[in-house]
């Protein structure tokens, strides 16, 4: 379950970024300040907001021991803070003076980096802090990085598409062209995913870009061998852009944001859908799990930060989730009702159902007459967009008990289909699923080919077959 449980609003411009220490929150803005939250009551610290950019501050970031917090702008510096008392430890100026897009410290605190406009990259040792050494990416502007586990290398992502793999003597050992469009972010999980025939681990990395899509790679980082990276699979539940990706912790989950303004958080094993936070009305720049509680920021051009919290306990049950049971909707306490409400882009209903004292129980045992008669819902519009996300709500729930036939899945959602079509590359899809996908592109979802035509066509037997199988589990 993911339940809102924070709104911070006081920036006044744009949420670019923000980022977890064990006890704190920084988020950055348009607005050129920097604020510090305390995870304890989400108030902000004395000296916050903080200011010294003269323009846009575009990323921020912990160090690993969460004393020390840096942040970079348009004005071309990152800017290293004290996190204790919000004083300024040092001001560095990007040598081109470009707009510094990203920073990020070492696993080790050995070194901070900074990537900029101008395709730059500075490596920053933060004992002296200093420049150690610097580099650029072929082409485009540097907007995203990630550190391997060691700090021994690490991963920038470009403009122009390419993801690339440095070691920390600022040598580029690896290139690939990820995304077409455009790489916006990239991260990679501390934890081991499998074994290479030389005992060295793999480890799982994240990408995303313009083209819709976020990719999960292996990656191996070898002092002696090198470095290797193969892609893994493709996730293609957003319909825009896809502006962030971040890791739990444990790196059980991947989260996105995008301009679609979905928040989408996936199993990593599986790549299936966990949950779909549809909270923000604008495009969603940021989102990061916290180290060491089950909490998620997400930030958006709409000004504000949302604060999620798990019940990692619970089946994922308030969003659009597969495989909920029939019992723990039942047992949804209010709350669980209302988070439910807002992921499903009900929100305007939380008071009304809250009042009524609405819960899972409840909820399953609403029909057209009672929100008519007694939840006094005057419009036919509202009364059956509440009663569809109700029915929605059962099939899922139905679909639990007996593991639902692959072939019933639509492959862009993984969510029972509703109404099939039959699309140019011989494979059925979710109707509405399949026109988002082509009216953003004109390739196959399954082959990646192009479609010589973006004809639909209702695939009658498969819808049929779908009904009879839900009534099988009816019975």
Known sequence: MATLI??????????NYCAFSSSCLATCSLDKTIRVYS?????????SPLKGHTYAVHCCCFSPSGHVLASCSTDGTTVVWDVRDGCRLAVLEQPSASPVRVCRFSPQATYLLSGAADGSVVLWNLQSLKLYRSGNVKGGSLVACAFSPNGNFFVTGSSSGDLTIWNDKMRCLYNEKAHDLGVTCCDISSHPVSDSENGFKYFQMASCGQDNQIKLWLILFADFLGVELKYKCTLNGHSAPVLACAFSCDGQMIVSGSVDKCVIIYETSTGNTLHTLSQHTRYVTTCAFAPHSPLLATGSMDKTVQIWQFDLK????????KNESKVAVEDWSEDDVSAWLRAHDLADFVGLFKMNNIDGKELLNLTKESLANELKIESLGQRSKVLQKIEELRMTMISVSVPVPDE???????????????????????????ENWISNRRSSPMTNLPLHSLLLTPNRTLKMAISRWLETQQK
């Open 6 to 15: 924070c709104t911070l609003a006081d920036h006044s411009d744009d949420v």
């Open 39 to 47: 995870l304890t009551n989400f108030t902000e610290l004395p000296y």
């Open 314 to 321: 619970q089946p994922c049950a308030g969003d659009t989730v």
């Open 408 to 434: 019933f899945l639509c492959p862009i959602t993984r969510e029972l289909m509703k109404d099939p079509v039959i699309a140019a590359d011989g494979y059925s899809y979710e109707r509405e699923a399949m």
